[in-house]
């Protein structure tokens, strides 16, 4: 019995942490909003990036005013030179909502943790940039 009440708290913590770094944790993870919710955030918030992952030529078409483009096709594994920084809010969409998530599940795996993904441009009542 006194084996046990020692081994107690070692078991406690080795279950604590291993529920922490389970799949589908925070750890690395991205947040989904609704359209209304990113602008409340736009409006909010201060220094963040608004990402546009679709392909260029959409993207010239209209996009969302300050957004950056870095395709979702160019998101891999190399780092990316307009998201220097890995704790940066950064507010993800594409035109419908795909290719956002996509876009945010592999920058979480790149080490960015304030990632939030809110859909699509075509759910877009503001203004458009050309």
């Known amino acids: ?25 925070s750890a690395n993870s991205y947040r989904q909003i609704s ?8 409006r909010d918030e201060k220094n963040y990036i608004i990402l546009d992952v679709r392909r260029p030529d959409e993207y010239a078409e209209g996009h969302i005013p ?19 920084d890995k704790t940066q809010l950064i507010l993800v969409y594409c035109r419908s909502g795909r290719r956002s998530k996509e876009a945010s599940e592999k920058l979480t795996k790149l080490g960015y943790t304030n990632i939030v993904e809110f859909g699509g441009i075509l759910d877009w009542k503001g203004e458009i940039e050309k």
């Open 1 to 25: 019995m006194k084996k046990i009440r020692r081994l107690l708290p070692f078991i406690l913590s080795i279950m604590l942490l291993s529920a922490c770094s389970a799949p589908g944790g």
């Open 35 to 42: 359209m209304d919710e990113a602008v409340e955030m736009m």
């Open 66 to 84: 300050g957004a950056i483009n870095v395709p979702n096709e160019e998101i891999g594994t190399a780092e990316i030179p307009e998201l220097p």
